[in-house]
């Protein structure tokens, strides 16, 4: 029988990808690295994964799910804040593909940021669902809510809190010890919008002050840089137009403890 002819090998195409370099002791710096695109996977997080396991095992990162769901791998390539496991390599070899951790957050370590303080502000707006009669409805019947009620929550639930938006707005860099950022302010307008939740009056009166919610100006980065497509501006304006009273929470279209009765 008549074999294949053996596959051409390709010509190797070096790409270099500068990445930020920094451990506890040391000078921040940046480091070089060539790799061969013809032997490199899709998408920026195969390309560190590669580094990591066949040129430098002490490079540090986070990353989880490979799929865009888990947020782990958020940094900022080539100027922008994403994921590295859904941005694209660019295959241009001639273009070096710089690779910073979010910027304005202290570093644990190369390309680890300190979260710490994110996820603190996102406990403070009490992120889960609160009920007047919470201690004798739980566990014993599901609520209620309908279709359309339901669709509000469209573009918000998505937040995978990855702080790409977080780390995006200069007000948040100017003022990240007290205004809370697009990506809790949009996880707190999720709370508030639930028509199956009943503290929308506390959520509302929490974020009444100078600082928390009316640190936003609107600049818009947020929405731009969300790696998930949503729209963290327009929820803050709709969360300004609860707390002043140009608009008002719908009323349920469906009893939401009917089952309990």
Not at 77 to 90: H, M, Q
Not at 227 to 236: D, Y
């Amino acid at each position: 029988e008549a074999k294949a002819p053996p596959a051409k090998s390709r010509p190797p195409r070096m790409k270099s990808f500068e990445i930020y370099r920094w451990k506890p002791g040391d000078q921040p710096q940046t480091q070089t690295f060539q790799l061969d695109l013809e032997k490199t996977g899709a998408m920026v997080l195969d390309a560190l994964i590669k580094i990591k396991t066949e040129l430098d095992p002490t490079l540090t990162f986070r990353r989880s799910c490979r799929e865009g769901i888990c947020g782990s791998c958020a940094m900022n390539i080539n100027g922008t804040n994403t994921l590295a496991c859904t941005c694209a390599i660019d295959q241009n070899e001639s273009r070096c593909c710089r690779i910073y951790p979010l910027p304005h957050l202290y570093v644990i370590r190369d390309l680890v940021p300190d979260l710490t303080h994110f996820y603190n502000q996102y406990s403070t707006i009490q992120p889960w669902l609160q009920r007047k009669n919470m201690h004798g409805e739980a566990g014993t019947a599901q609520y209620l809510q309908s279709v359309e009620d339901r669709s509000v929550l469209d573009g918000l639930y998505e937040c995978i809190l990855c702080a790409c938006c977080q780390t995006s707005c200069p007000s948040y860099w100017w003022n990240s010890d007290k205004y809370l950022g697009p990506a809790v302010l949009m996880q707190a307008y999720r709370w508030v919008i639930d028509s199956r939740d009943e503290a929308t009056e506390q959520r509302l009166s929490f974020l009444k002050d100078p600082w928390k919610l009316y640190r936003c100006h609107t600049i818009l980065n947020c929405t731009k840089t969300c790696p998930k497509h949503l729209n963290p501006a327009r929820a803050i304006i709709a969360l300004k137009q609860l707390c002043v009273g140009m608009k008002k929470k719908a009323k349920p279209q469906m009893q939401t403890d009917a089952l309990f009765h």
